[in-house]
């Protein structure tokens, strides 16, 4: 598939499934950290929920935090954007530059909630953190309930945008499933 220049998504959502496969992420990177309190190797996963990957203020700083983790540390990152963004998500490159990147509206076109939990699993295994980058992550919070992680959820919005682009639905339930905020 790598090979033939197809999406590796697209070719498992039209094929792959079928056939039983199940897709992984290429993780070309191995640099655990050492503790040197402990004398053991620690290796840390983190899940970043994008809005979008539209070159914009919260955007750009998320890639910012992930170009510093990967250049200082050893923790593995993985983002999730909700949506491709209004530019037609030209920070996608940039982003994989830092970290593996899948698109939510891609992945989860057209399966079932089991189907969606296993794929998730699959692809994200482990996940010691999630960190949801905007209040609309919260909307994704109950498909990661899986996972067992703590959630930063750290919200860019403004009073209007939230009260005009939120549900109060999100909003409690950002409320309910964040273990801390960044405000």
């Not at 992420?25 to 050492?34: I, K, L, S």
């Not at 593995?76 to 698109?103: C, I, M, N, W």
């Not at 919200?155 to 409320?175: P, W």
Request: glycine share 6%.
């Amino acid at each position: 598939v790598a090979e033939s220049g197809v999406c590796p998504l697209a070719h498992f959502l039209k094929t792959g499934k079928e056939e039983g496969w199940l897709p992984k992420p290429a993780r070309t990177r191995e640099r655990p950290r050492f503790d040197l309190k402990n004398q053991e190797t620690i290796q840390y996963n983190i899940l970043f929920i994008a809005h979008d990957l539209h070159r914009a203020g919260s955007e750009m700083l998320l890639l910012n935090i992930l170009s510093w983790l990967r250049q200082y540390t050893s923790v593995q990152s993985t983002v999730l954007a909700l949506h491709r963004g209004h530019d037609g998500r030209k920070l996608l490159p940039e982003y994989q530059t830092v970290s593996v990147v899948f698109l939510w509206e891609e992945l989860y076109h057209g399966l079932s909630e089991g189907e969606n939990s296993r794929l998730l699993y699959e692809l994200f295994g482990h996940v010691d953190l999630i960190y949801g980058n905007t209040l609309l992550a919260a909307n994704l919070y109950p498909h990661l309930n899986l996972f067992t992680a703590p959630i930063v959820s750290h919200l860019h919005e403004l009073e209007e945008s939230i009260q005009k682009y939120t549900s109060v639905a999100t909003r409690e339930y950002c409320k309910l499933m964040t273990s801390r905020f960044i405000a």
